[in-house]
């Protein structure tokens, strides 16, 4: 008689388990049993299920926790190898990758409604804030997602006229500034404002408008603009200001996660 650990019963349960999968699809499995069925394509003759398991354990019982870790933190986990990490780690980008090219390239994001779903699929399921530049034509229609840096958990780093040099070869006339915060709230801190003011001030003399700063989270988003918070470049004084405080805007210093650029106003 077969048992779970034979080739016999193996390719039975195989059998049932695509069965299952082709007249019902994948929302009626189990998260153990997604990851059993994932893993057969990376290791075809050996018992997947008990790798799922251990990897749901390892993950503290999330399948979202098993594909966000990384690969060498997949390969900590008994019974995973090279081919099986990689397999795994590759879900998220797939799938970013899909939503992103799913995206109608010809809709203006002229609001934080059409922003926002333009963004989401840059930072879903990331663990580690990244910052984009969205260039954008005269039309607000999107040219090109300009990724300037990735960084730690709760911070990014990058150079300042890196990201000034990188958008002015786009040929934009107007931008969106997006970033995440993975673990934290999509409140904006005090780099995150500073920062914005440095760029402001670098792309306004070029003739770049920054349309607004948004923070995405998991669950949430903030728009510097919608809170009144987003400074512009005014081309008489050339100084950046706010609208609601009409006076000049400057960090109280650059900050080690913007990098070395120039100064905030002309």
């Known amino acids: 008689m077969p048992t779970a650990n034979t080739p016999h019963y193996h390719a039975h349960h195989r059998m049932r388990m ?11 499995l ?7 069925y994932l893993l057969y394509f990376a290791l075809p003759r050996v018992n997947t299920n008990e790798i799922a398991h251990e990897l749901l354990h390892h993950f503290g019982g999330s399948l979202c926790n098993v594909l966000e870790a990384t690969e060498e933190d997949l390969l900590a986990v008994k019974g995973v190898g090279p081919k099986s990490a990689e397999l795994i780690h590759a879900i998220l980008p797939l799938s970013r990758y899909y939503a992103r090219r799913k995206r ?8 934080f409604e059409a922003a926002l779903e333009y963004l989401r699929p840059l930072f879903a399921g990331l663990q580690e804030e990244h910052f984009y530049v969205i260039a954008l034509d ?6 090109r997602d300009v990724l300037v840096n990735r960084g730690l958990p709760n911070k990014v780093q990058f150079d300042v ?3 000034v040099r990188q958008t002015i070869n786009t040929r934009c006339t107007q931008v969106l500034l997006a970033h995440n ?6 409140n904006p801190s005090q780099e995150d404002h500073n920062s914005t003011i440095e ?13 607004d700063h948004i923070i995405v989270t998991p669950k949430d988003a903030y728009s510097l603009k919608m809170a009144g918070e987003l400074p512009y470049f005014d081309k008489n004084s050339r100084l950046v200001m706010y609208e609601k405080r009409e006076q000049p805007a400057a960090p109280e210093q650059n900050t080690a996660d913007t990098g070395e ?3 905030a106003h002309g």
């Open 161 to 163: 006229n890196a990201l």
């Open 181 to 186: 915060h993975p673990a934290g709230l999509a």
């Open 104 to 111: 109608d390239p010809h809709k203006p994001l002229d609001h």
């Open 261 to 263: 650029g120039g100064p």
């Open 138 to 143: 005269e039309a607000c229609c999107p040219l």
């Open 199 to 211: 760029i402001v001030g670098l792309l306004g003399p070029v003739g770049i408008t920054v349309l």
């Open 18 to 28: 695509r069965e299952r999968i082709r007249e019902n699809g994948l929302d009626t």
């Open 30 to 36: 189990q998260e153990h049993e997604v990851l059993e």
